[in-house]
């Protein structure tokens, strides 16, 4: 695929994994960054840090030809640790880059940066795209839209209500939604050599025309669980209750925050057209609906549902 050595941020987590089975799949050297140790992995050098260790980004970009930078902080209880990690850790990052002399940065960003005034985690991610097009690097954003399948815990929780039968949700509108593997192909085809993508910003989705309401979603989850859903949409200011009675119950682990209510309540979270990816370069392959089923047969098998 081109690239001699691939560096990757984030690679612990939901999509960083999808990233590294797909570059073993395609016998990719990597090397990646994980706070903790880790158990070996084929084709894979563990770096042990984060994204506030500049000595560990040093040594994870050290021959890289490209950088894959996923890591972020999506829930914080305040703005401080947003722009801890998705600010001043994608500084980090570029001048290291730059200090190391590593060419291509494949930076992920957030739809929600189309919208940093709705929410402190969408304004700090606009912040970390604009430090990414300032810096002198060839680079390439990609705002992934709503991401689900196996391994991850925040749509997990959807796919839980719907087991009752019951979804609230916001007020109805219209958003765009992108399978975990489909990302990982689209972050892998960026990398060099390929089409000329530099300075692009990218807003993928499942290619599902007109994007999904959050009722047809609901109901989708529904049969993929095997059951028939209600779907409620739900007012701003009950939503915010229930973000301060989830963080009082499950203190740091809530998934409903104040926060993520600013932009959930949003009418419009569909990917932008004159945004997609070259058809060329990339295109989604999951059919949302067998994705959901799949989706869900593992959580079953994971114990998690």
Known sequence: MGADLLAVTGATGFVGQAVLDLA?????EVRALARRPQEPRAGVEWVQGDLADKAALRRLFGRATVVVHIAGVVNAPDAAGFEAGN???TMNVIET???VGVPRLVHVSSLSAREPQLSLYGASKLKGERLVKAAPLDWTVVRPPAVYGPRDTEMLELFRLARKGFMPLPPEGRLSIIHVNDLARLLLALLPPGEDVTGRVFEPDDGQPGGWTH???AKAIGVAVGRRVTPMSLPP???RFGARADRFFRKDKAKLTEDRVGYMCHPDWLAGESNQPPEALWRAKVETRMGLHATAAWYREAGWL
């Open 87 to 89: 600010v001043t850790g």
């Open 237 to 239: 200011g009950l939503l």
């Open 97 to 99: 880059a730059l200090r």
């Open 24 to 28: 073993q799949r395609r016998g990719l």
């Open 215 to 217: 009722h047809s979603l």
